[in-house]
Nanobody, 118 residues
Framework: QVQLVESGGGLVQPGGSLRLSCAAS????????IGWFRQAPGKEREGVSC????????YYADSVKGRFTISKDIAKNTVYLQMNSLKPEDTAVYYC???????????YGQGTQVTVNY
C-alpha cells in the first residue's frame, strides 16, 4: 500500500528557511518520480518540484527555481524539499506525490502547512 507522509511545515518569517520531509512506504523512492505540489486557499494547485527515479534529475517551477532544492535519501526512503528565501506567496499546503512530475498524481499525502509571514 502506497503511503506518503509529509512533515516539516510551520510558520516562518520572509527570508527564512524550512525543510519539508516526505516519508514513503509501500514502494521505494528510487522506483518512481516523486513530486511536490502546493495549494493555497482560493488558488489552483501548483507543481513545485520533482525528482526522477533513475538518475535523480530535478525539476522546478520558475517561481521557486534557485530557492528550493529537492533531494532524496534512498536508505531512509524519504524525499526532502529544502526551501530557502521564503516569500509570503509561498504560503500554502505542500504535498508530496507520485508517480510523475508536474502531473495528475495517483497518490499524495495529507499535506503540511507552510506559512510565511511576520
Amino acid at each position: 500500500q502506497v503511503q506518503l507522509v509529509e512533515s516539516g511545515g510551520g510558520l516562518v518569517q520572509p527570508g527564512g528557511s524550512l525543510r519539508l520531509s516526505c516519508a514513503a512506504s509501500g514502494f521505494s523512492v528510487d522506483m518512481y518520480y516523486i513530486g511536490w505540489f502546493r495549494q493555497a486557499p482560493g488558488k489552483e494547485r501548483e507543481g513545485v518540484s520533482c525528482i526522477s527515479s533513475s538518475n535523480g534529475s530535478t525539476y522546478y517551477a520558475d517561481s521557486v527555481k534557485g530557492r528550493f532544492t529537492i533531494s532524496k535519501d534512498i536508505a531512509k526512503n524519504t524525499v526532502y524539499l529544502q526551501m530557502n528565501s521564503l516569500k509570503p506567496e509561498d504560503t500554502a499546503v505542500y504535498y508530496c506525490a507520485t508517480p510523475g512530475c508536474f502531473d495528475e498524481y495517483d497518490y499524495y499525502g495529507q499535506g503540511t502547512q507552510v506559512t510565511v509571514n511576520y
